[in-house]
């Protein structure tokens, strides 16, 4: 229970500088009342841009929602849920799956991934990968993901 507050606490920080920053709209209020329903100071809300990740070959296999509340079932956030389980196949946060391992190269926890999880919105827009390889030439610009991926995701 205390890493799940640690990491809700974490992302709270971070997650308006990443909505900001990945967002063609940008951020602002809105990004703001979405770090507050992390802490319980709001409810979750609906926003323009779902960010998702998309990985595996051809990137067909949905790992989840970048921008959604921790209550989403198919939010990274969620703890309990397919794509914030540190046991689920289809999570960034498994050590030993095909997408959080830090060996293959479609985890975005693999230093040396060479086809690491794409970060998308609902219209199709391209907003990098998500990847600890900052060799990739397709690096998310987003320094603040990358720095969560780093110490909270990949963990």
């Not at 969620?78 to 196949?89: H, L, V």
């Not at 095909?98 to 999880?117: L, Q, R």
């Not at 219209?123 to 990847?131: P, V």
């Amino acid at each position: 229970m205390t890493r799940q507050l640690a990491t809700i606490t974490a992302v709270a920080a971070v997650l308006p500088l990443v909505i900001s920053a990945s967002c063609p709209q940008g951020g602002g209020a809105a990004a703001a009342a979405f770090a507050a329903s992390f802490t319980g100071a709001a409810p979750p809300q609906q926003y323009e841009q779902k960010l998702m990740l998309f990985g595996g070959p051809g990137h067909e296999t949905y790992l989840g929602c970048l921008s959604c509340s921790e209550y989403a079932t198919d939010s990274v956030f969620n703890p309990y849920g397919p794509f914030g389980s540190a046991y689920s196949a289809t999570s960034i946060h498994n050590a030993y799956g095909e997408f959080g391992s830090a060996y293959s190269v479609y985890s975005a926890c693999n230093s040396y991934a060479s086809d690491p999880p794409v970060i998308v919105d609902q219209n199709g827009s391209f907003y990098g990968r998500l990847t600890l390889n900052f060799q990739h030439s397709q690096i998310t610009s987003n320094s603040n993901l990358i720095r969560w991926v780093a110490d909270v995701a990949c963990n």
